[in-house]
């Protein structure tokens, strides 16, 4: 029921096509990583799905129905779309009254989501004195007013602080855990795999993955075992004799690929190969994006636009 | 989605804006200070003491026009009007309970302001002012304060077409106080029917062209009507 459902959305601006053609689900209980270079599409997409701007052609539904049919919507759907929608000369906590008021949500719920929000000692504060980071989360926060089933959040992390960023990290994954959808647009990999069970990855308005993160990665990156040795002339005949091929790199480690970590440890150790440091090093999202875009020939046009 | 709520919201942003009660304050202020120069300096034939009196208006619905301008432009900054989209999907209620916060407080500092107006300008006037009668007092009165909410809800429809606060105020303010002037001094039946002058006749005591105090208030009422049905549509055809 509060799934977000995308159907062969097309949005046209001009002779531009912003989103172009692209299906895709985004379903309860799990954080969904949207990643995407900027001008991907996936702001755009993101007002699509609120009604707010008119698509070309295709669909986008929350909970099977469009979005401009919910009574009040804020109860259902809550969206951060741009930390400067708040009025400067406004008080943090007028602004989330003037919005609970349109879709009658008491104002207990104003001041609920200033104080999860961390934002209680400000809450009476104009927000033009606000930093980045503040203004953030007040956008955080209006998207929490209703206590929505879906939340979809549009590069939440812009501005935060470390502390921030830790502190959305573990929003998110509350929110999933309490069965909620929730749909996270970033630019930035590692933040995004800190937090995303789930990814649709967009390029140049087309959807180019909508995938398990996990399967994304294992998809894309090999897993490699990594290794420092005082000798490397003992380390490659050992590797060589069971049919690995060990590769040196430039920091002075080898890494070996399409081998487990505790085969190649047994099989140093037998060999009495010195050993310095052995790890299992998994794929990152990075390299597994980065991957996929050097196949979509149009990411590395040099024109791209921004 | 009921429309009380929608206005409820819409009212809040307008209350929790120094700037816009600010806005407010100015009107009868403004009115009153230019009636009281005006009503000291009543040489002239055709000397009308309830224009007079309500001569001010010509200032004070400027700081109505900004009020409106104002109310409406905030919401095409930073990305504003998504938000109360978002909040609020059905975009003709949402533009309607926008104009009514704008329209309530307007009328009622502008009746405020019509009698601080009336009395500051008949106090000054002094003998002068014995010829009004009850009835053109409290026609004056009421004309005012029905004309400065009409042309806020003008300034508010405009901006929402224009998109813009700097736009809006550059063609309504010198249109006002320069072009109304000087296209009323050539003075033809064309020129009565601009909004801020067939609006004023209900401010005078007599009137000579084709249109009665309220006639003249209609046809500024219409052309308030136009400004809010382009600006509504606007805002309901356009990407937010």
Known sequence: MTSIDVRDLTKEYGTRRAVDHVTFGVRPGKVTGFLGPNGAGKSTTMRLVLGLDRPTSGTATVGGRPYAELTEPLRHVGALLDAQAAHGSRTGRDHLRALAASNRIPVARADAVLEETGLASVARHRVKAYSLGMRQRLGIAGALLGDPEVILLDEPSNGLDPEGIVWIRELLRRLAAEGRTVLVSSHLMNETASFADHLVVLGRGRLLADTPMRDFIDARVQPHVRIRTTDAGALKAALAGHGHDAVEHEEGHWTVTHARVDEIGALLSAAGVPILELASAEGTLEQAYLDLTATETEFTAPNQEA | ?240
């Open chain 2, 1 to 240: 989605m009921a429309f009380a709520p929608v206005f409820h919201s819409e009212w809040i942003k307008i209350r929790s804006l120094r700037s816009q009660l600010a806005s407010l304050a100015t009107i009868p202020a403004v009115t009153a200070l230019f009636s009281a120069l005006s009503s000291s300096d009543t040489g002239g034939d055709d000397f009308d003491p309830l224009f007079a009196v309500f001569f001010g208006a010509s200032f004070g619905q400027i700081a109505a026009i900004a009020f409106g301008t104002a109310a409406v432009s905030a919401e095409f900054q930073g990305g504003a009007l998504r938000l109360s989209l978002a909040a609020v999907p059905r975009r003709g209620r949402w533009f309607a309970a926008k104009a009514t916060a704008i329209a309530v407080p307007v009328l009622a500092v502008g009746l405020v302001t019509g009698v601080v107006t009336l009395l500051v300008g008949k106090a000054v006037l002094g003998a002068k002012a014995d010829a009004l009668g009850w009835a053109e007092q409290v026609r004056g009165v009421v004309g005012c304060a029905v004309y400065l909410t009409l042309m806020a809800l003008f300034a508010a429809g405009l901006t929402a077409l224009l998109r813009s606060s700097a736009a809006t105020l550059g063609i309504l303010i010198p249109f006002l106080l320069i072009v109304s002037f000087v296209i009323g001094d050539m003075s033809n039946n064309i020129a009565d029917l601009l909004p801020d002058r067939a609006g004023q006749v209900v401010l005078h005591a007599t009137w000579d062209g084709a249109m009665g105090p309220w006639t003249g208030l209609a046809v500024t009422a219409l052309w308030t009507a136009a400004a809010l049905a382009a600006g509504a549509l606007s805002v309901r055809r356009r990407d937010a």
